[in-house]
């Protein structure tokens, strides 16, 4: 019997993001001055026979950072080959620099943001809310930061006769209704806040970014419960040993499943990766 599943990569995980790198600069970034600005990630894709080294070139050689307010934390080359810039900047610089990047850029790449991703619980609906009461109640309270492809769903009414409902949004907008606290949805001023939900690397199994801006050891092939990599074994059944605790080589135990309660190293990520986004 297979006990432990090889390789899991749920399907949000490639749709969140953030990153060691990120969750390292954020240390830095607390140790010299407080910011709470969290880098952002442009992924420029090569297109036709353009290449990365084609690409940077035309970028760099056209492009400004400094003219749009954008300070840029690393270039680098994903596994696919293609320029991942990390940004600081506001929202407004960060899209003006963006439309900077698709000029210059022309037909020789595509320009994509890499946003985080955070979800947002909405608590005292009442039992009548309809789905699209709460669309038309983010989008209403959102404006421009709404976004028409949000999901939205709904739990089962509790004990106490009322709904809550989620939300997947981008920083920015899950940022803004966490600050509001509240939102109107029907008759009921509804709490709001960001759900904490910290992202899981499918390539080194930590916590705190995804794969494509992972700087870590690639640890895909290897069991997210025991670390092995034999598991295809019919008699496979090993105990839990978390290789990320293993990492930190500072004898902590390792007898639990990475990201479980007692893993310390998913509480540290954890413990950072909210503060980033907060
Ligand atoms: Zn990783
Ligand atoms: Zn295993
Ligand atoms: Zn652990």
Redesign the pocket.
């Known amino acids: 019997m297979i006990t432990c599943k090889q390789r899991q990569r749920p399907k949000k995980e490639r749709r969140q993001k953030t990153t060691?790198t990120l969750l390292n600069a954020t240390k830095r970034e607390t140790a010299t001055k407080r910011r709470r600005t969290r880098p952002e990630a442009v992924l420029i894709k090569p297109t036709g026979n353009r290449n990365y080294a084609d690409v940077l070139k035309q970028i760099r050689s056209t492009v400004k950072p400094e003219e749009s307010n954008v300070i840029i934390k690393s270039i680098r080359k994903t596994r696919q080959g293609h320029v991942l810039l990390e940004v600081g900047a506001s929202p407004e610089d960060k899209a003006s620099f963006r439309t900077k990047l698709k000029e210059a850029i022309q037909g020789a790449g595509e320009v994509r943001q890499l946003s985080p991703k955070c979800q947002v619980e909405i608590r005292d609906l009442d039992i009548s809310t309809e789905c699209d009461e709460v669309k038309d109640a983010l989008k209403a309270f959102l404006g421009e930061d709404w976004n028409d492809e949000t999901k939205i769903n709904m739990t089962k009414t509790d004990f106490r006769g009322s709904l809550k409902a989620f939300a997947v949004l981008n920083e920015t907008a899950a940022n803004k209704l966490d600050k509001a606290g509240h939102v109107r949805i029907g008759w009921v001023n509804c709490r709001v806040r960001i759900k904490a939900q910290v992202p899981r690397?499918y390539?080194?199994?930590?916590y705190g970014?995804?794969?494509v801006i992972?700087?870590?050891a690639d640890r895909g092939n290897l069991c997210c419960k025991c670390g092995h990599e034999d598991h295809k074994s019919a008699a496979y059944n090993r105990p839990p040993k978390c290789i990320l605790c293993e990492e930190r080589k500072d004898g902590s135990e390792l007898d639990h499943i990475p990201g479980s309660a007692a893993c310390e190293s998913y509480k540290d990520a954890a413990r950072l990766y909210l503060k980033a986004i907060r």
């Not at 390539?203 to 930590?206: F, I, T, W």
């Open positions: 060691q690397c390539r080194c199994h930590g970014h995804i794969a992972c700087r870590e």
